[in-house]
């Protein structure tokens, strides 16, 4: 954009928003410009901070009036690049930052109205201030936002229970790429007055419009949870004990977190103050968590029942049973600490596969055969939602190695053994970070022909000049 047309549009966007909402020194924008995981820095001509829909919708207007791009950001904590622009300075980056209310909250229809800007752990709190649960839990909680929630249709560690971010949504607001604001913020259980949009916006990364408010599904605040570490002999045996709690505790169990060894053993050497509560002779752990209706008493009469059973059936070596809130904080600290460990060891190639339970114990065993083959000496960060089939399959560079370098040498090689195998298994490449910009040739390679020419289809009828978040999560049509 040549200079005065910069000046022109830097004023319109002040006129809509206030001079002090439109960002454009260096100093101002570097922030939002890189990802969480450093791996993507782009330009931007501004940085937007618009404070309800309206003027979303009127910067969406003035971008397209101007060709301009707009790449929606929330709490800036994704892990693919989804939300940062190019490195071209062609276009804007619009923070749901000041989208920040709690609009409503209905506890007899179990209903809460939040805009996109949203953290995550406010939401939950606001529902737990009135005795209701929002059971959406991840470990970015206290920083990323519903926006970016809805927008990967994110995970986290209570999905086995409650389901992803699109399971806990019933409605949406969202400004189109034609700046029209859309209010679909439904509050029922039951709708079925035509197509589903809201199932195009949740997990589209902002591609096809941007969500500004949710109404979001809460739930009773269960009378106790009760959580274990349990040791276990290998995958073969946590998907058994996994089998067994789910006959035994039903619904109650919420959480179900396999963990290598060797992640934790990553935690305890660089946050030794975080303590495993026994040895580490597994090359697993399991941690699981029972949310109770009951009281806590039934609920820890059932977990230690269960973990007696899965002892006597040989499928456990050790256990731990939180005894306090603080202990199984604790416990979930362990858990939560494996990827902060991970980044103090060094870079690191990252993966988020779904796998078929079915095939979990042949994915395991002949990837690491695969990966350890190709590259000598790398170490297995292998942690993860079990209880929903998602891995986080991790690979980081052998001990002493440069791992920037091993990062820039062996990225391709790993990625294509590890989502091969996950692919050849039925599984995905993607369970629950989303595509983004750095698995946009994955989708390519593996994404079915008729589902990427649908894609596209919505696409090009929603935003045809591709000025949502462009360069994100769908890739480029093959030449005819």
Known sequence: MLSDERRRFLDALRAILGAAHVLHQPQDVAPYLTDWRKRYT???LAVVLPGDAAQVAAVVQLCALHGIGVVPQGGNTGLVGGA???GRGEQIVLSTRRLNRIRAIDPAGGVLIAEAGCVLAEVQQTAASEGLLFPLSL??????????NLSTNAGGTAVLRYGNARDLCLGLEVVTAQGEVLDALNLLRKNNAGYSLRDLYIGAEGTLGIITAAALKLFPQPAAQITALVAVHDVAAAIALLTLAQGRLGCSLTGFELMSAHSLQLVQHHFPQLAVPFELPSAWCVLLE????????QGRARLEALLEAALDAGLIVNAAVAQSLAQSRALWHLRESIPLAQAQEGLNIKHDIGVPMSRMVAFVEST???VTQALPGARLVVFGHLGDGNLHYNVQAPQGADAARF???HQALCNRIVHDAAVACGGTFSAEHGVGQLKRDDLQRYGHPVALAQMRAVKQALDPRDLMNPGKLLPDAPPR
């Open 42 to 44: 782009g330009q931007a």
């Open 368 to 370: 690491a055969e695969l």
């Open 139 to 148: 470990a970015a909680e206290g920083s990323c936002t519903i926006g970016g």
């Open 84 to 86: 940062t622009p190019n």
């Open 407 to 409: 990062l820039a040498d």
């Open 290 to 297: 029972s949310s109770e209706a009951e009281g806590e008493p």
